[in-house]
């Protein structure tokens, strides 16, 4: 399976801590996205960097990709508990037609 | 907004039953697709279409087939609905340029078989 990995499974902060996921992929990509999901929800796109990006600003969210380590992290800075919910890295593989989804990390973010 | 609408939330079905999934969505996408949730492994990837009646397997096709009539619409079917379906269905739909390109999810159907 080429399916990535996600880390922490889960994550408890409190409100106003940055939370910081990690995603680790196979092979080559060309772009990796984020999602968020709130409980018992669809899932709501957060931020796409491709492959030639190294960095990606939006909002209070941070995304960076390193392609040599095949890894993206997603920092969030300043918490709040609405910002709790699970979130998903998706991997473009080259060469592949459809995206492939990572198992997710709960964030948790007490008030 | 990009809206993608499944037309349950919640359904419970029987051992045998043929399921339909039905997805809509009013953005004129090109391309459509069908997951399905479990807790510990994601989203895994069952058929996607990239134009009306066509369709692609994605990684756990089996028990499952689709239909794509209208670009509107994505119908995801279970033949004979087995306990091991027993799951969260999402729904996506995206714009043209390739399947890998931002796609926008339904709310879910969560199927219960018993």
């Known amino acids: 399976s080429q399916q990535g990995e996600e880390d922490p499974q889960a994550l408890s902060i409190q409100e106003g801590e940055n939370a910081t996921m990690n995603c680790s992929y196979k092979t080559s990509i060309n772009n990796l996205q984020w999602y968020r999901q709130n409980s018992g929800r669809g899932l709501v796109h957060l931020i796409l960097?491709?492959?030639?990006?190294r960095e990606k600003h939006s909002g209070r969210l941070r995304v960076t990709l390193d392609t040599s380590k095949k890894s993206s992290s997603l920092l969030i800075t300043a918490s709040r508990a609405a910002d709790t919910a699970s979130y998903f890295c998706a991997t473009a593989y080259t060469g592949r037609r459809a995206l492939t989804f990572g198992s997710g990390t709960r964030l948790q973010v007490q008030p | 907004d990009v809206k993608v609408t499944q037309s349950s939330r919640y359904l419970v079905k029987r051992t045998g039953e043929k399921v339909f999934l039905e997805c809509v969505q009013d953005?004129?996408?090109?391309?459509m697709f069908w997951y399905r949730q479990d807790p510990g492994l994601g989203l895994r990837l069952i058929y996607f279409s990239y134009d009306v009646k066509m369709k692609e397997k994605g990684d756990i096709p089996e028990g499952y087939s689709v239909s794509r009539e209208k670009k509107e619409r994505f119908s995801l079917i279970l033949e004979s609905a087995s306990t091991n379906q027993t799951s969260m269905y999402l729904c996506a739909s995206s714009r043209s340029g390739g399947p890998q390109n931002i796609q926008y999810f339904g709310a879910g159907t969560r199927l219960s078989v018993l």
């Open positions: 960097i491709r492959s030639n990006e």
């Open positions: 953005m004129d996408h090109e391309n």
